[in-house]
Nanobody, 127 residues
Framework: QLQLVESGGGLVQPGGSLRLSCTDS????????IGWFRQAPGKEREGISC????????YYANSVKGRFTISRDNAKNTVYLQMNGLKPEDTALYYC????????????????????WGQGTQVTVSS
């Protein structure tokens, strides 16, 4: 059983940057596709990015495309979400999720395709 932990959230001004991390201290993430999701108060959980096991396939929701970058460092057993040009509407609780996929060169977009979830890290963008 994976135990995912997110970190790196905080309070930033509009236009600022944060880098979120997703890791597991005991279990390898190497065979998992990883997705990032967020949920703001009163809104549905939104899939914003994912990265495949192999081939470096990535997906970005239109709301974050061009501003966010997902990457993985297998040596550190960590997946990152670099967030630049943050906007107030990016304020949400951010989750990472993992699944061992059927297709290793793709990553799922829907939340129900993932088996393991972290506890979330809060991102607040405000002046």
């Amino acid at each position: 059983q994976l135990q995912l932990v997110e970190s790196g959230g905080g309070l930033v001004q509009p236009g600022g940057s944060l880098r979120l991390s997703c890791t597991d201290s005991e279990n390898s993430l190497d065979h998992n596709a990883i997705g990032w999701f967020r949920q703001a108060p009163g809104k549905e959980r939104e899939g914003i990015s994912c990265i495949s096991v192999t081939d470096g396939f990535t997906y970005y929701a239109n709301s974050v495309k061009g501003r966010f970058t997902i990457s993985r460092d297998n040596a550190k057993n960590t997946v990152y979400l670099q967030m630049n040009g943050l906007k107030p509407e990016d304020t949400a609780l951010y989750y990472c999720a993992a699944v061992v996929p059927v297709y290793r060169h793709l990553c799922p977009v829907g939340q129900f395709e993932y088996d393991y979830w972290g506890q979330g890290t809060q991102v607040t963008v405000s002046s």
